[in-house]
């Protein structure tokens, strides 16, 4: 009969200790890194950045990479990095890039959950 408590107890120790190893691998494997940095919004962005500035017909490579970078933040982490390079770009922006910016996804058929800005909450989007 002891033996049979050794063995179970043994069992239990086992058991905790493999939990105490993968538990924490699960974890890491459910939130992947980012694979958008700044850079590379900025770099894919770069053809919006004379509409953003100053108007008028929005550039078709401008809309391929919006299309783009919407299609890769496929993960809240990747969409929370992408919102805050684009709080980022926008804090010294004047209102009209401002404005011209938040239409952006629209004219290239995109809806964004939030509205691009310096006052938004990237902790918020998901």
């Known amino acids: ?27 890491e494997a459910a939130a992947p890194p980012a694979k958008i940095s700044c850079g590379k919004v900025t770099s ?7 509409y953003v500035l100053g108007g008028g017909k929005v550039p078709i490579n401008c809309c391929d990479g919006v299309q783009w970078l ?14 805050v390079c684009l709080k980022s770009i926008t804090k010294s922006a004047s209102p009209g890039a ?19 800005t310096p006052a938004i909450d990237c902790n918020k989007v998901n």
């Open 1 to 27: 009969m002891a033996r049979s408590g050794i063995i179970k107890a043994t069992y239990i120790v086992i058991i905790i200790a493999v939990a105490a190893v993968v538990l924490p691998l699960l974890t």
């Open 44 to 50: 894919t962005l770069a053809p919006c950045f004379e």
């Open 70 to 83: 919407y299609k890769q933040a496929s993960t809240t982490t990747d969409r929370r990095n992408v919102c």
């Open 98 to 116: 401002i404005n011209n910016a938040k239409s952006l996804p629209g004219k290239c058929g995109v809806s964004l959950p939030y509205e691009i």
